[in-house]
């Protein structure tokens, strides 16, 4: 008699069990994926801010989609005035073209989006501190190369919509931007 209840017993114990093991398994399969993550990131992007790091991964940015991070402060000046306009937008794929972005590649995808829809403003936060830390990590005159043409290419695209022909007047949504990038490169 106690034979049958012992084997319900056992069944029920193993299949709890079971799904304990498997809520365990998927969480380490999780913790995995995002550790796997982040040292992909980190061979790709010389930062070594875990936090930084995390909230880019949070953002959806993968080791694949980080050459886009050079394309940031460019797509942000863009969205400034709140539209990316024609001459904006041939300016940015412009720059993604320089800076190895491929049409159809994920970073190519993501740029695509970003130039249909406005990035979360928390990217920029995220890019600062990211070139901050490249910026303090590269030797002098690399760094000094490296400020001079990402604000270069910002302020061509500030400059590209305003003015007269379009060229001359930078916004003040512009300017904050252009200033924060500087500002960032500069620590």
């Known amino acids: 008699m106690s034979d049958p209840i012992e084997k319900q017993g056992q069944a029920l114990e193993n299949q709890f069990f079971a ?17 796997e993550q982040m040292a992909a990131l980190k061979e790709v992007l010389p930062i070594s801010d875990d936090a930084v790091l995390k909230s880019l991964i949070d953002l959806g940015v993968t080791a694949e989609k980080a050459a886009a991070l050079r394309i940031v402060p460019i797509i942000m000046v863009a969205w400034a005035d709140g539209s990316v306009d024609e001459s904006e937008r041939l300016l940015v794929l412009r720059a993604a073209e320089q800076c190895s972005i491929e049409p159809g590649s994920a970073a190519g995808q993501l740029l695509d989006h970003w130039l249909r829809s406005k990035p979360p403003s928390e990217i920029l936060d995220d890019w600062c501190s990211y070139a901050r830390e490249l910026f303090r990590s590269m030797q002098k005159p690399e760094g000094e190369a490296f400020k001079k043409a990402v604000l270069s290419q910002i302020k061509d695209v500030a400059r590209v919509s305003g003015g007269i022909l379009g060229w001359g007047a930078v916004t003040a949504g512009e300017s904050r931007i252009i200033d924060r990038v500087e500002a960032a490169l500069s620590e």
């Open 19 to 35: 799904k304990v093991d498997q809520q365990l398994i998927e969480k380490l399969r999780k913790e995995n994926a995002a550790k």
